[in-house]
């Protein structure tokens, strides 16, 4: 039998020029002059995909800014291993963040910093001969500054960030919880037992770590319950971070009917289940815009820290 084919001289053509675009040379890349401003660079950016979502970001927080709502910062450890508190406390200093989350890496982090300028040991080394996450002043200090706080019903972040400050350890300038103390900017810190080194030391108190991060949560609840058209960013946290602040979001609307609209954003080398989910889709679903950054961290948030700066 012969092979029936279809007969393309049948289709129904468009005119190209009533056709709708998706991309349109208004929105491309414009060249630069060597020598000009991170704000010539900033606008010279394309208004698409992920540049177009950085300036949307952007504008989410200059507006949330300008009408002194809140703007929080959920933080894995890897920024401060990046080398951006910096960038984190000038923004704390600003008044552009109000509130920051860490997780248990991250105090670890912050604290070694303030303490001898230096962290972030070699694992793989470490591990093989047992002298991984041993170091006795790191433990001893964090421990014992989680247990008096416990004592005095203190969360984590405040208790530690008085430590430090108080201490006046050599490096506190650029530790984000003695500036979070000393600026009064809350500082919370959400702990899975077992995921830290100074868990396995014998000054690991359960009962402190506990109930020191559960009144964290507590406070990162009511942070959260401000949230309404604010900003919320998420910097690297995979798993626990966005879990705590799903609970967050259903607790504060189980209490205050609210946040139901603001702007989320997930700063990430990769796409991760977690963080999309829990951060940028459900929390939103109901109000509000998100955004996915995917890059470095220390590239993609010194580009937000910078960003910021210029247009608020």
């Known amino acids: 039998m012969p092979r029936q084919r279809v007969d393309l001289r049948k289709i129904k053509t468009i005119a190209l020029d009533g056709r709708?675009?998706?991309?349109?040379?208004?929105?491309?890349?414009?060249?630069?002059?060597?020598?000009?401003?991170?704000?010539?660079?900033?606008?010279?950016?394309?208004?698409?995909?992920?540049?177009?979502?950085?300036?949307?970001?952007?504008?989410?927080?200059?507006?949330?800014?300008?009408?002194?709502?809140?703007?929080?910062?959920?933080?894995?450890?890897?920024?401060?291993?990046c080398g951006l508190s910096p960038l984190i406390i000038d923004l704390m200093k600003r008044k552009v963040i109000r509130a920051v989350a860490l997780n248990g890496a991250g105090i670890i982090h912050d604290t070694e910093i303030a303490m001898i300028g230096r962290t972030s040991e070699d694992v793989g080394e470490g591990i093989m001969d047992g002298s991984f996450g041993m170091a006795a002043e790191t433990a001893s200090f964090i421990n014992g500054a989680i247990e008096a706080g416990f004592r005095r019903?203190?969360?984590?972040?405040?208790?530690?960030?008085?430590?430090?400050?108080?201490?006046?350890?050599?490096?506190?300038?650029?530790?984000?919880l003695a500036n979070g103390y000393a600026l009064n900017v809350p500082i919370t810190v959400h702990v899975a037992i077992g995921t830290d080194i100074i868990h396995q030391h014998p000054s690991a108190n359960g009962q402190a770590i506990g109930e020191g991060s559960l009144l964290d949560f507590k406070n990162f609840i009511y942070n959260v319950s401000n949230l309404e058209g604010g900003v919320v960013m998420n910097f690297g946290s995979a798993v626990v971070l966005p879990e705590v602040f799903l609970k967050a979001v259903t607790v504060s609307r189980n209490l205050h009917s609210k946040p139901s609209a603001f702007t989320a954003a997930n700063f990430d080398m990769i796409n991760q289940y977690r963080p999309y989910q829990n951060v940028l889709s459900r929390p939103t679903s109901i109000g509000g815009e998100s955004y996915s950054i995917i890059g470095h961290h220390e590239i993609s948030i010194p580009l937000l820290y910078r960003s910021i700066i210029e247009n608020i």
């Open 20 to 81: 709708k675009c998706k991309v349109t040379i208004r929105d491309f890349a414009k060249t630069a002059k060597k020598g000009e401003s991170f704000k010539d660079f900033y606008d010279s950016l394309p208004h698409i995909l992920a540049a177009n979502n950085l300036k949307s970001l952007v504008d989410a927080i200059v507006s949330a800014y300008r009408k002194k709502r809140m703007i929080m910062v959920m933080m894995g450890a890897h920024v401060i291993k």
């Open 153 to 176: 019903g203190t969360g984590i972040g405040e208790s530690l960030g008085g430590a430090i400050s108080k201490t006046k350890l050599p490096h506190r300038s650029l530790s984000i």
